[in-house]
Every structure is written in C-alpha cells, then in structure tokens.
C-alpha cells in the first residue's frame, strides 16, 4: 500500500494526501490545492502522531489508514473526498475512529493539528458561532491568507454541530490545534468527523461552515455520508444527524445475516440479494409497528403491530434462522381480539433484490391451484451465479386468485382473504434463503416448497403451504401405527 495518494473532490481541489508530513507517521493533507496548507488535518492521540500507509477505495475517493494501536486504543482513519455524481460542493471528510481494546476505560485526547499555507497572514474569516474568534463554543472555521481573499485557497474545516464541544483550541503562528477528550468504556468505539473544503473566496468558505457545522438533514442526501456503515455512524458523537436505526440482526446457520429493521422489513446485510422484503398491507392498514423483540436464544426477532377494528387486531411477525438449514424463516399471525369481523382483503408482499440486471431464474407452482408458490431471483440467468447471491423466496398459495408479478427487481405477491370473526386467528409463511450460486437456490426452492418440519408455524391455519404437522390430529395415524 502506498504512503501517499492524491485525491480529487468535486469542484476540482486536490487533496494530497500523506502519510509522512513533517515527520514519518503523521498521516494529512500536505500541501492541497495552491498551498492551502501547510500540513492540514494531521492527528496526535494522547501525544502519539497517527499515520501510516493507506488503500484507496469507495471508486477512488476514499484513503483508508492502516489501524495503529495506541496504549490499548486501536485508531482508524479515513479520508473521503466528495462524487461529483452525488453533489457539486467539493470537501473532504475525514472520519477517526478509537476502539478501547482493554478491560479498563480509558479517557484520551484526541487533536486535529492544522497549519495552514497562510505563510504568516492567517485570518479567520469566520467561526461557527458567528464572530472571528476561536473559542471552545466553536465547532468550525474558515481561514484565509487576507481577510477578503489571497493567493492560498480559503479553507473551511468543521468539526460538529455543537452535540459534542472540543476541550480546548489553540493558535500558534499559523497552526490550529483542536482537542476534543474521549472516554471509553471496555470494548467501546467512538468516532470523530471531520469536513474540510478549500475555496477560492473566504465568502464561500464562510457559506460552507454554516452548513458543515450544522445538524441540517441533507447531509443524507449530499454525499456526506456516501460509504459509511451504520456501525460507523452509530459511533460518531459529535455530529447529532448522521445516526440511524440499527437493524435487529439475525445469522443463518451459513453466516449469512439478516437485518430486520424498526419497520419490520427484512434485508441481507452482507450482500444485495435482498434490499427489502415487506408486507405493505399490514404496514398500511394497520401503521407501524409497536415493538420489535430480539430473542437471542432462538435466534427470532419479533414484530408486533395492532390495528383494525377497535384496534384490537395483532399481526405479529416472527422471523427465525432455522437451526442448520441456511433459511430464515417467517411466521405472520393475524388475531382478531376485537368484537368484529376483521377484513384484510389481500395480503400484499413485496421483495426487492439488488441484484443487477435482477432476473427470475426460476418459479415454482402449486400442483393445487396452478399459480407461482416461491422464486429464485439472481443476476445470472443460468442460475450459475453472478456478482450478487442468489435469493430464493418461497410463499405458498393461498388459492387461485394468489397473484405473483415480477419487474424491474421487484417481486410482487397477492394472497386473498376472507375476513376473521372474533378470536380467529390466520396464519402466512415465508421463507428466504441466499446461496452463492443460482443452481444452490433451486435447490432450496424444491426443498422449501416441500410439506415438512421446516414449514410449522403454531397451533393455527397457515395459508398457502399444506403442513401435515399443522393438520387436526384425526389427519394422520397415532405414532405406533405407522401408515401402510
């Protein structure tokens, strides 16, 4: 890997980025674009210079470090610089992460050091809080070399939205030293996120701050956040925007996993076989859900939404990873609690692969009713297997008026009902699986399809797939009379 890569943002600024400026091991920008800096955005953690050799990843636009341990403290670092398919404004994100690998806290200063390429004329333009004077209120600045504009590009860096304030700053000739100070609990990571753009006007760098240093929601939809995981995002603590809800988590006996989110849609988290996977009329009929339980010791996770009449009818949703079958299965209850008959008229699934260009590869049918009862999509038509997994997707019929489409890399699946009287209960099965090759995924499309253990459900009517364990007693011959 190399020490050093040029990376371009945007608007066209390059950003050099260095793994040895002044001294080996201090990883930042060296000299940017026309001498913005002089050494810009190097980090010191508890004293200790953070550098080393970098990848390129992201397309090109992101230097990812290699990790340094520093006293017990594991510290990452990447830099991103903006697509300009994503937005016109061009900066630099840098995102540092510090992971306590001990069994104790530990408390650390963490410091951002920039000398700017002012060659003694620094001004500050602008600060966060409206003035030109730095202080710990602040959570960003802009500098140039002449308060109207220089020779040097104005550079804008941002560093929060106020959520979290840095423990001191400090100004020597030209260089700006921010500390903030961390603590970690044992096996705790926390992350700090930085912005940086460089400007031909002070005037635009004064612009930027004010929406850098801001907790403004587009920074979902501008690119300040392209690539970053949501582990990452969950872990940054000074900007207050950038978190998202964490999917309950569920891993297949093959290591797959699964993610169920708070709205119950269900998604691969490892690959794209499946963006989403929903029933959306129960999410329309009956809003979101109330609860989503993880059960650990059974590998399920749970979804609990109420609606219908008197609000007393609970559909819930138990998605499980089925011991050493590579298959997540779905159990959809519907329980009418309420003094009225309950109407769904059809139930609505839908699926979405991310697989491209998505393909039906195959579909099996009811011998009952002649209709689509499970599918393999892939983005291989000879179901040999491409860049994706392979998704299969088995749901049963619930007669033939079952309706299934298929466009675009959606899956559409209709299954009609009758209404439920008080105290009724209805029941729907699912089951998904991913494979590394299209053929794999027939395989489980026949097994799935397939009458048998895998398919119970509870003590109640399961629509669409005929399971002889669900089936009154009278159905089958006592355990010592074993069918001739």
Same mark, same amino acid.
């Given at each position: 890997m190399p020490s050093s890569v040029d990376l371009t943002d945007s608007e066209g600024f390059v950003w050099d980025i260095d793994s040895n400026i002044n001294v080996d091991n201090s990883l930042g920008i060296r000299d940017g674009t026309d001498d913005a800096f002089d050494g810009g955005m190097?980090?010191?953690v508890n004293g200790v210079l953070i550098g080393g050799n970098v990848s390129v990843d992201e397309g090109g636009r992101e230097a990812n470090m290699v990790p340094q341990l520093v006293g017990g403290i594991a510290v990452t670092r990447s830099i991103y610089v903006s697509d300009p398919a994503l937005t016109t404004t061009g900066f630099a994100r840098f995102l540092e992460s510090f992971t306590n690998t001990t069994d104790e806290t530990f408390t650390i200063t963490v410091e951002t050091i920039t000398n700017s390429g002012a060659d003694g004329g620094l001004?500050?333009?602008?600060?966060?809080?409206?003035?030109?004077?730095?202080?710990?209120l602040d959570t960003g600045f802009?500098?140039?070399?002449?308060?109207?504009?220089?020779?040097?590009?104005?550079?804008?860096?941002?560093?929060?939205?106020?959520?979290f304030l840095p423990s001191s700053t400090f100004l020597l000739d030209d260089e700006i030293t921010i500390t903030h100070t961390l603590t970690l609990a044992p096996g705790e990571t926390q992350s700090l996120l930085q912005f940086a753009t460089q400007n031909t006007a002070s005037s635009q760098g004064n612009s930027d701050l004010t929406f850098f240093a801001s907790d403004d929601p587009l920074f979902e939809f501008l690119g300040l956040?392209?690539?970053?995981?949501?582990?990452?995002?969950? /872990? =940054?603590? #000074?900007? $207050?925007?950038?978190?998202?809800?964490? %999917?309950?988590?569920?891993?297949?006996?093959?290591?797959?996993?699964?993610?169920?989110?708070d709205q119950g849609t269900l998604s691969t988290l490892d690959s794209e076989a499946l963006s989403s996977f929903s029933i959306e009329e129960f999410r329309q009929n009956f809003g979101n859900p109330v609860s989503v339980t993880e059960d650990a010791a059974n590998n399920a996770v749970t979804v609990v939404?109420?609606?219908?009449p008197e609000g007393l009818v609970t559909v819930t949703s138990t998605y499980r990873a089925l011991?050493?079958?590579?298959?997540?299965?779905?159990?959809? /209850? =519907?329980? #009418?609690? $309420?003094?009225?008959?309950?109407?769904? %008229?059809?139930?609505?699934?839908?699926t979405t692969t991310g697989a491209s260009p998505a393909t039906?590869?195959?579909?099996?049918?009811?011998?009952?009713?002649?209709?689509?009862?499970?599918v393999v999509l892939d983005d291989s038509e000879s179901g040999t297997g491409g860049t994706v997994p392979a998704l299969t997707v088995a749901y049963g019929a619930t007669g033939p008026d079952t309706t299934s489409g298929f466009s675009g890399g959606t899956l559409t699946v209709g299954m009609q009902n009758q209404g439920l009287v008080p105290?009724?209960?209805?029941?729907?099965?699912?089951?998904?699986?991913?494979?590394?090759?299209?053929?794999?995924?027939?395989?489980?499309?026949?097994?799935?399809?397939?009458?048998?253990?895998?398919?119970?459900?509870?003590?109640?009517?399961?629509?669409?797939?005929?399971?002889?364990?669900?089936?009154?007693?009278?159905?089958r011959p006592p355990a010592d009379h074993p069918r001739r």
């Open positions: 190097i980090l010191r001004q500050f333009t602008a600060t966060s809080d409206g003035d030109t004077n730095l202080t710990v802009v500098t140039d070399d002449f308060d109207t504009g220089g020779d040097d590009p104005a550079v804008m860096i941002a560093y929060g939205d106020g959520t956040l392209e690539g970053l995981t949501a582990e990452e995002r969950n /872990s =940054v603590v #000074n900007y $207050s925007n950038v978190a998202v809800e964490t %999917p309950a988590t569920l891993i297949d006996s093959e290591g797959n996993r699964w993610g169920i989110d939404t109420t609606g219908g011991d050493d079958q590579g298959v997540i299965r779905l159990v959809v /209850s =519907v329980t #009418n609690g $309420s003094s009225l008959t309950a109407t769904i %008229p059809t139930l609505n699934s839908v039906l590869v195959s579909q099996l049918f009811s011998p009952q009713f002649g209709v689509p009862t499970g105290g009724q209960t209805r029941g729907y099965l699912f089951f998904f699986a991913v494979n590394d090759t299209g053929l794999a995924a027939l395989a489980d499309l026949a097994r799935l399809n397939t009458p048998g253990p895998a398919g119970t459900g509870g003590p109640f009517t399961v629509r669409g797939f005929v399971i002889p364990e669900l089936r009154p007693d009278r159905s």
